[in-house]
């Protein structure tokens, strides 16, 4: 088992940053590939970014790339979701997740195992 917290959501204005954190614990060497999904109200899930936990290759969907960046310290089993230029089409539940298995679909949630409770993050303009 695998046991995922996040934080650091909050409301934040139009253009400003914000990071978010996901602290794992357990049984966390099986896993392969860590993301951040979210979540708006009315909307699908969303695959957001994603990280290899072998080569640190790293996946953005189209609408973040160039403002998030995902990372992670692997001493403080910590992933991370630095988060820029926010807009308020950003504003969402955001939740870590963890593969099991090297996926090619990195930005899938179907390719994850295990998921945290979520962080909400809220952009006013």
């Known amino acids: 088992q695998v046991q995922l917290v996040e934080s650091g959501g909050e409301s934040v204005q139009a253009g400003g940053s914000r990071r978010l954190s996901c602290a794992v614990s357990?049984?966390?060497?099986?896993?392969?590939?860590m993301g951040w999904f979210r979540q708006a109200p009315g909307k699908e899930r969303e695959g957001v970014a994603a990280?290899?936990?072998?080569?640190?290759?790293?996946y953005y969907t189209e609408s973040v790339r160039g403002r998030f960046t995902i990372s992670r310290d692997s001493a403080k089993n910590t992933l991370f979701l630095q988060m820029s230029r926010l807009k308020p089409e950003d504003t969402a539940m955001y939740s870590c997740a963890a593969a099991t298995e090297r996926t090619a679909y990195a930005l899938r949630s179907n390719s994850y195992t295990y998921w945290g409770q979520g962080t909400q993050v809220t952009v006013s303009s």
């Open positions: 990280i290899y936990l072998d080569n640190g290759g790293t």
């Open positions: 357990g049984k966390t060497g099986g896993t392969y590939v």
